[in-house]
């Protein structure tokens, strides 16, 4: 999980309910959560609109070679 042993996640966790204490740690959880899956989302909408630009860019170079292939043949 994330590169990062058992024995890495015991000390997070103490250093977390030393820091937030012990009753704010499902808050700080559910912040932690939700900053996550906003950066998951982020990410995915950035790879797809990536990805679209990508197939644009194929398309029109596909047309291109295709015009010059139309032009050499006449």
């Known amino acids: 999980m994330f590169g990062i042993g058992w024995q890495e996640l015991v000390v997070i966790i103490v250093v977390a309910l030393i820091v937030v204490g012990p009753k704010r740690i499902p808050e700080f959880a559910r912040s932690l959560a939700k900053v996550i899956r906003d950066f ?22 596909y047309l291109q070679i295709k015009n010059i292939d139309k032009y050499k043949k006449e």
């Open 40 to 61: 998951v989302r982020a990410r995915e909408q950035v790879k797809r609109k990536i990805q679209e630009e990508l197939k644009l860019y194929e398309e029109e170079t």
